[in-house]
């Protein structure tokens, strides 16, 4: 069975990292257009640079949940699964889960002005403004701002084209083109989404098996009740 797990903010919250959108999500606190735009970086780099190092600097310290640790175990059980996911943390490789697409960048990674994947690793949480990639021009966080391109979409569609089973866990499916990765699933895909709260499901909502938990019970029980069917 060709399963793909799609994840968002909601799967790493247990473990501590805030969402975008819920009640006290960044969002609330922070202005996109500050931080997280193209603009945002032209305007104010330095800006930027120490929000993602706060951001980082959380993301170290947090550990992965039974969410992600039942991703890894669905991974070793039906070999294939693939991971896609919106979050920028490193949770699921610390989970142990391989070979995940991170359509928004990876907050442990830093790239130059040139190459949107060209990246370099960044030991321990702090980048240093200023610093230069290997080509010469300035680093930034490896993160896909607002407005830019996101270069493992396509793959993504590719992947979850294949799925006979789409789970879906802790996204709001409010950003684009992510969310529109339901759209290419094929007609025989089951979609399960894991979410205590109401993702944009739009005309999917009759084909979704919503299990309205949180990620690190609603997670586990699916993934166990698929073991459990496949022995
Ligand atoms: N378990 C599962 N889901 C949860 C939990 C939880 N414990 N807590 C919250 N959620 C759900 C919310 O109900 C919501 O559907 O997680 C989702 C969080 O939605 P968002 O905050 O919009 O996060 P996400 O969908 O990942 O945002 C997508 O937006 O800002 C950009 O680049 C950023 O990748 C991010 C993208």
């Not at 739009?202 to 938990?213: F, I, L, M």
Request: hydrophobic share 35%; with cysteine; net charge negative.
């Amino acid at each position: 069975m060709n399963i793909v797990v799609f994840t968002g903010a909601g799967v790493s919250a247990e473990s501590g990292l805030g969402t975008f959108r819920d009640a006290d999500g960044l969002w609330e606190k922070y202005r996109i257009e500050d931080v997280c735009t193209h603009e945002a970086w032209l305007r104010n780099p330095e800006l930027c640079v120490s929000f993602y190092n706060a951001r980082r600097r959380e993301t170290l310290a947090a550990k992965p949940n039974a969410a992600h640790e039942a991703i890894t175990r669905l991974q070793r059980h039906f070999p294939g699964t693939r991971i896609i996911t919106q979050n920028i943390d490193d949770l699921h490789e610390r989970a142990g889960s391989t070979d995940v697409v991170h359509l928004h960048g990876e907050i442990t990674k830093l790239r130059g002005q040139r190459s949107e994947t060209d990246t370099v690793p960044l030991e321990g949480w702090e980048q240093h403004y200023g610093d230069r990639h290997p080509d010469g021009t300035l680093l930034r966080p490896y993160i896909v701002f607002f407005g830019e391109g996101v270069p493992y979409f396509e793959e993504a569609c590719r992947i979850t084209s294949k799925a006979d089973l789409l789970i879906v866990v802790g996204t709001s499916l409010n950003v684009y083109p992510a969310a529109s990765l339901l759209h290419y699933t094929n007609d025989n895909c089951k979609i399960i989404v894991v979410d205590p709260g109401e993702p944009a499901m739009g005309d999917y909502r009759n084909r979704v098996v919503h299990v309205k938990e949180k990620a690190s019970t609603g997670v586990p029980s699916v993934v166990d009740a698929l073991i459990r069917e496949n022995q």
